[in-house]
């Protein structure tokens, strides 16, 4: 497994090049490539939709069978009679970990939409399979009522990351490659997108050789970081938990540079890893763009319109938060021939489903279940900020998510919570560079039973970094 992930980095590595700190400074045009549509419906021609929604149906028969006969789950106990209950008791929510709602669900969901996408089909198709591959296991895998908060992470939030990982993945594919660098390539994308790498086995495509060159890519560029946090309750800048970790910084395309946008022409992966004394998993953050426009504004300055969509799961000892949301998004970039650049984004979307840990949930247990979950759960609403000046020695960035989640689920009442998070980055040789990272995380927990919470706590960063 490490050579693979070794493997996928430098393959990463090599399609990428020298990036600049924020993509949406650049002054080039957009460079992607862009797949002869009429080549690729000759090599890689539309499948019938039953082979992915049969590939989805069959994944979860197998997964289910797992569960019943060697795991011996008591929710893969079902029957005819399950079913029927089912459907007679239409949707509701579970109590699983809000790891598992939150960001196993959205994973699953990515192998349905890519079943689909490999086979020919668009985002919207592809949500469509991975609805329906949801819809499946919730009404017909489980003897549990079947969850909406699943079906809508499932879907949504799966698609997301399903096109995005499509996206990633065609950086890495070279059907001109032979030998053990075919082999790396095809594992490598597979790693991440394993619901492809099943249609290019069952397709031939993995060992066809040729020249053409079959699928879309865009300009791309990354950041790798090491270094030290420290997570704090209460604004206190010296107590806490130190620990190491690892961040990731991936942007996929050129946001000002195009002048229009097919979903997830551009999009942006962050992700974070603990080594000790947090979770693993500290957050992985992903958005892009579904649809948008382009305008000058005089010179090259750009202003930008468009519908977004959103995921976002993060977790350390103090909070736990995940949602996906959908919603309208505008941008404006100054010339990126001036000494000092600046560059943003400003959001608003519908939060379909949210969730956020808190002390009051476990009381409120799931009735058909008999447990309790530890968060709060419902939909609301997103807001969210991106901002960056950029200079030739370094940038500056400003984040700020904002989430309100009315409770459908848990304790009564609405959660608001907001996270700013400002950087400031020098470069020092080359593609390295030092970053200098706050967080300062509020909460307001507004509810009609319980004493209302207030909360601050604050994280701080230090770490090295390398672009490419």
Known sequence: MRRIAAALVLLLLSQTGLAQFDLNAQSELDTGFVANQALVDSLNPRK???????????MNLTLGAFNAYVTNSVFARISFKTIGENFKSGWATDADGLVTNMFAHPFHGSIYYNFARSSGYNYFASLGVAAIGSWQWEYFMENEHPALNDWVMTSVGGSLIGESF????????????EGSERVWREIGAGVFNPGRLINRLFYGRTAR???????????????????????????????????????FEY?????????????????????????SKQPGLGQLRLYGIIYGKNTSTGGKNRFLWGVFQHFDYLENNIYQIGGTAVGLG????????????????MHGSVLLMGAANSNYAPDYKVGFLDSART???GPGAQGK??????????????????????????????????MWTPRLRFKVYGPWSIGLEYLLYHREGKYKLFPNVSARNNEQRLSIGYAF
């Not at 499509?166 to 490659?177: P, Q, V």
């Not at 865009?218 to 938990?241: R, Y």
């Not at 940038?395 to 689920?409: A, L, P, Q, R």
């Open 166 to 177: 499509y996206r990633l993945s065609n950086l890495i594919l070279d059907e001109s490659a």
């Open 209 to 247: 050789v040729t020249s053409a060159r079959l699928y879309d890519t865009a300009p791309s560029a990354g950041l790798l970081a090491f270094g030290m946090n420290n997570v704090a309750e209460g604004t206190n800048l010296k107590s806490g938990e130190k620990n190491g970790m690892m961040t």
């Open 385 to 418: 900020l991106d901002a960056a000046l950029l200079w030739s020695w370094g940038s500056f960035n400003v984040g700020y998510t904002f989430w309100w989640i009315h409770t459908w689920d848990g304790a009564p009442g609405d959660e608001l919570i907001g």
């Open 48 to 58: 019938s939709l039953l082979i992915p929604v049969g590939e989805a149906i069959g």
């Open 330 to 345: 505008i941008g404006y970039r100054t010339s990126p021939d001036a000494p000092v650049v600046f560059a943003g984004t």
């Open 251 to 275: 942007t996929y395309g050129r946001l000002f540079e195009k002048h229009s946008f097919k979903p997830m022409d551009f999009f942006r992966l962050y992700a974070a890893v603990n080594f």
């Open 375 to 377: 968060y709060n759960m």
